[in-house]
């Protein structure tokens, strides 16, 4: 599957972003997405998942409350929708997809968008 991000771009804190994640084939529904972020220096680190069904989804205890992470198959995009967002937040945020579930570790995922960047302005 391959997974272009989009959605990016310069925000005031307090603000709010919807980011995009398109994935091409006929198999998007029978992955979990996710989403991870990398800051400038810092290692990339867990966001968001959803299960295949969009019945399942877990956080990042810095983004709880904040974000969500929806998803549309007959779209085949999945979406992370950030409200309230701080200067902490500033990264490049990547999609994964993954067939298993509750899957945290960047490591683990063969499947990656190509990044799109967050700035949070205070």
């Known amino acids: 599957v391959q997974l272009q991000a989009s959605g990016g771009g310069l925000v005031q804190a307090g603000g709010s972003l919807r980011l995009s994640c398109v994935a091409s084939?006929?198999?998007?529904?029978?992955?979990?997405m996710a989403w991870f972020r990398q800051a400038p220096g810092k290692e990339r680190e867990f966001v968001a998942t959803?299960?295949?069904?969009?019945?399942?989804?877990y956080y990042a205890d810095s983004v709880k409350g904040r974000f969500t992470i929806p998803r549309n198959n007959t779209k085949n995009t999945v979406y992370l929708r950030m409200n309230s967002l701080k200067p902490e937040d500033t990264a490049v945020y990547y999609c994964?997809?993954?067939?298993?579930?509750?899957?945290?570790?960047?490591?683990?995922?063969?499947?990656w968008g190509q990044g799109t960047l967050v700035t949070v302005s205070s």
């Open positions: 994964a997809a993954d067939p298993s579930y509750y899957v945290l570790d960047p490591r683990e995922y063969d499947y």
């Open positions: 084939g006929r198999t998007f529904g029978s992955y979990s």
């Open positions: 959803i299960s295949w069904s969009g019945g399942g989804t």
